[in-house]
């Protein structure tokens, strides 16, 4: 009966999905990394391509470390990448996406509580037995409270009063 219930796929397929949700992981920990960092800042103020060089110095890092997390960041489609020149360049319409002022719709926020989460996996298994735990207090999240703070501090300063007035109407009329 399951098997009529599953869509037709191959094992070939499913591979090629679990190595993209794999990747994607790992990409998310760089974004992660990048934000934490500031490399996603520093890239989003250049207006114009940077080697991995350039950008090393103007942020006061590692040329080994920068050019392995742009290698990712270019591998992900998220940075471009130009081989002739070997430079880097964050468009802008990705900036929005990427820095920690988009609050809840930042990436880069919710990257980090991605790499968070993977820090108490170990945690969360254990409430999986019978005789474990009934959950994972927050505070065995390394920064929980300091991520939902910058949370709170970037949606306060984007909505307006009229807006979070709104926002709070319309939140009571979905309450039964």
């Avoid at 990394?33 to 800042?41: D, I, S």
């Avoid at 065995?140 to 009229?162: C, Q, R, T």
Wanted: charged share 25%; glycine share 6%.
């Amino acid at each position: 009966m399951a098997e009529a219930q599953t869509t037709p796929e191959t094992a070939d397929q499913f591979a090629l999905r679990m190595v993209n949700t794999v990747s994607s992981g790992f990409v998310s920990l760089g974004i992660a990394v990048g934000a934490r960092t500031g490399l996603v800042a520093q890239l989003a103020e250049a207006d114009r391509p940077e080697t991995a060089v350039q950008i090393a110095e103007k942020a006061n890092m590692k040329e080994r470390y920068v050019r392995e997390w742009l290698a990712i960041m270019a591998t992900a489609r998220i940075v471009d990448y130009d081989k002739e020149q070997k430079t880097y360049f964050l468009p802008k319409h990705r900036v929005g996406v990427l820095l920690p002022d988009g609050a809840m719709g930042s990436m880069g926020n919710w990257s980090d509580f991605v790499r968070q989460s993977a820090m108490v996996t170990n945690d969360v298994a254990d409430c999986f037995k019978n005789d474990g735990p009934k959950g994972v207090p927050y505070s065995a999240y390394p920064d929980f409270h300091g991520w939902m703070g910058n949370i709170k501090e970037h949606e306060h300063k984007s909505l307006s009063l009229v807006s979070r007035s709104l926002m709070l109407d319309a939140a009571e009329a979905s309450l039964p």
